[in-house]
């Protein structure tokens, strides 16, 4: 298949010129030629199929073959989640994240958190690979950090399905067990786990406590289980 490629901002022409840093990748890197074809997404469903007729290791011009729009397909899945200090795992988070095709991420600063500060640029970068590498032409919305609290009460009035996944010896309903609608967000803990001050808040602002299997998870793994089952689950 002929390769993807990002561009924030797709002009309405029927010839397109590439940014500099995806003209470089072009000529440099692939050392693609005039006359190939490839595909250029903006991430937020617009595709379009064309081809090179000009290359230049700085400015690289297409020539516009077809234009689609391609429909959201599935769950809308909204992962809000703990960073965790290990950034190697939680990038890893975010790129399977992206490929499963989450609709939006959301870190969230709770009490045991003790990564405070993100790269949200390399995170987007990191986020805009995964959908060019899995052919997909969603993007996630990637939000910048929110504590738990301000993001507990901005969640109050919201139409999704609100799910929050715990350690705690507590009642919690596995999530194969679960009716799930079409919206759904869905709660990740730090390393250590939420208090148990902030999961009460969280059954307080209408989240229901889930159990992603047997055996306890990571924070990154757990979101990418948790993210995996709500996606695939029909």
């Given at each position: 298949?002929?390769?993807?490629?990002?561009?924030?901002?797709?002009?309405?022409?029927?010839?397109?010129?590439?940014?500099?840093?995806?003209?470089?990748?072009?000529?440099?890197?692939?050392?693609?030629?005039?006359?190939?074809?490839?595909?250029?997404?903006?991430?937020?469903?617009?595709?379009?199929?064309?081809?090179?007729?000009?290359?230049?290791k700085r400015s690289c011009v297409v020539?516009?073959?077809?234009?689609?729009?391609?429909?959201?397909?599935?769950?809308?899945?909204?992962?809000?989640?703990?960073?965790?200090?290990?950034?190697?795992?939680?990038?890893?988070?975010?790129?399977?994240?992206?490929?499963?095709?989450?609709?939006?991420?959301?870190?969230?600063?709770?009490?045991?958190?003790?990564?405070?500060?993100?790269?949200?640029?390399?995170?987007?970068?990191?986020?805009?690979?995964?959908?060019?590498?899995?052919?997909?032409?969603?993007?996630?919305?990637?939000?910048?950090?929110?504590?738990?609290?301000?993001?507990?009460?901005?969640?109050?009035?919201?139409?999704?399905?609100?799910?929050?996944?715990?350690?705690?010896d507590a009642e919690r309903t596995d999530?194969?067990?679960?009716?799930?609608?079409?919206?759904?967000?869905?709660?990740?803990?730090?390393?250590?786990?939420?208090?148990?001050?902030?999961?009460?808040?969280?059954?307080?602002?209408?989240?229901?406590?889930?159990?992603?299997?047997?055996?306890?998870?990571?924070?990154?793994?757990?979101?990418?289980?948790?993210?995996?089952?709500?996606?695939?689950?029909?």
């Amino acid at each position: 298949m002929a390769p993807f490629f990002y561009i924030p901002f797709l002009a309405d022409a029927s010839v397109i010129e590439l940014d500099a840093d995806t003209s470089h990748h072009i000529a440099q890197v692939l050392r693609m030629q005039v006359g190939e074809p490839l595909y250029l997404t903006d991430g937020n469903g617009h595709k379009i199929y064309g081809q090179l007729t000009s290359v230049a290791k700085r400015s690289c011009v297409v020539q516009v073959a077809q234009r689609t729009v391609e429909p959201f397909f599935g769950r809308n899945v909204h992962l809000t989640v703990a960073p965790i200090k290990n950034n190697s795992r939680f990038e890893w988070l975010i790129e399977k994240a992206t490929e499963l095709g989450v609709r939006s991420i959301r870190p969230i600063l709770t009490a045991r958190t003790e990564k405070q500060r993100l790269r949200i640029d390399r995170l987007k970068q990191i986020s805009i690979a995964a959908m060019l590498q899995s052919q997909q032409v969603w993007l996630p919305k990637l939000d910048e950090p929110i504590s738990i609290s301000d993001h507990l009460m901005a969640m109050k009035s919201s139409r999704h399905q609100r799910l929050i996944a715990h350690c705690v010896d507590a009642e919690r309903t596995d999530l194969s067990q679960l009716v799930l609608s079409d919206e759904v967000e869905l709660l990740i803990g730090p390393e250590g786990d939420f208090t148990e001050l902030e999961i009460s808040q969280a059954l307080e602002a209408g989240y229901s406590p889930v159990l992603l299997g047997a055996t306890r998870l990571r924070t990154e793994t757990a979101g990418v289980v948790g993210s995996a089952w709500l996606r695939l689950q029909r």
